[in-house]
């Protein structure tokens, strides 16, 4: 009885791994639609981000523009976040690390909630920065090593390409260098919220604004840097495009031509539903 018993059971295991293995099949050679992908592409390179680390690259390389730090100061600056955090604003880490690049309450960064701003955190490792001697000239993991003091000294040098793609682009070196993509937002800022973000971290005018749109003039040779830092924070705020010096950037479409857009400012128009606050 007990053999006829695990025969039967045998037998309908087979036919169900059978089955599954059809489904499999099946479903393997329908085309069917994947979810779409959010990421955000480092024009004329082979690099790609997420939304969030995009984003999180823009501020900190941002926050370098401000203090009219060279290039170099923002490349060391995301290698090391690269490395420390992947650009995710983690809130946990090694001891009491936290942030973008793991600073620690106990060795005077600051408290966890200033760390985890990457403004200020970005902020705190520039100033640790330059006072490193000759910081220009030595190697990005000797740098970095001198601000950090982490445990793995060599490991910074392997993000130098990826964070020197990232800064070119977020600097504004590259035209059009972001070009993201992600589902329709479900949270889309206000117009004067989306000044208000942009105006914190790079100089800009505020020139009009609407109910779905806001027109900026970024400071002299920042147009591009702006352009740029709206795209890459695009998910987040829920902007549907971005426009300037003749381009137009679309969540639907990424960049492509566009005569009427003015070189001397960045229109941005928002997703059409309703705003938070």
């Given at each position: 009885m007990l053999r006829r018993v695990l025969a039967v059971l045998a037998i309908i295991g087979v036919v169900a791994g059978l089955a599954a293995f059809g489904v499999h099949m099946l479903f393997g050679k329908l085309d069917l639609p994947n979810a779409q992908e959010s990421r955000c592409?480092?024009?004329?390179?082979?690099?790609?981000?997420?939304?969030?680390?995009?984003?999180?690259?823009?501020?900190?390389?941002a926050v370098a523009v401000r203090r009219r730090l060279p290039a170099r100061a923002a490349v060391i600056a995301l290698a090391t976040a690269l490395q420390e955090s992947k650009l995710i604003n983690v809130e946990y880490g090694d001891l009491d690390s936290v942030g973008l690049f793991q600073q620690r309450p106990s060795?005077?960064?600051?408290?966890?909630g200033q760390i985890l701003d990457p403004r200020y955190a970005a902020g705190k490792f520039y100033d640790r920065l330059v006072r490193v001697r000759g910081w220009q000239r030595r190697s990005l993991s000797e740098v970095a090593q001198a601000v950090q003091q982490s445990k793995f000294p060599e490991a910074y040098s392997q993000?130098?390409?990826e964070a020197t793609a990232l800064a070119r682009a977020l600097l504004g070196t590259a035209t059009a260098g972001v070009s993201c993509r992600f589902p329709?937002?479900?949270?889309?800022a206000?117009?004067?919220r989306v000044a208000e973000l942009l105006g914190r971290d790079l100089p800009v005018t505020l020139l009009s604004s609407s109910a779905r749109a806001v027109e900026l003039r970024p400071a002299s040779g920042l147009g591009w840097a702006a352009a740029n830092w709206l795209v890459a924070h695009a998910d987040r705020l829920g902007i549907d495009t971005v426009r300037h010096a003749g381009r137009r950037w679309a969540r639907s479409d990424g960049w492509r031509d566009d005569a009427g857009a003015g070189s001397d400012r960045v229109r941005v128009e928002l997703a059409d539903i309703k705003p938070s606050s």
């Open positions: 592409d480092l024009t004329g390179t082979a690099y790609s981000v997420s939304t969030e680390q995009a984003a999180n690259a823009a501020t900190v390389t060795q005077g960064w600051g408290s966890t993000w130098e390409d329709a937002p479900t949270v889309v206000r117009p004067a």
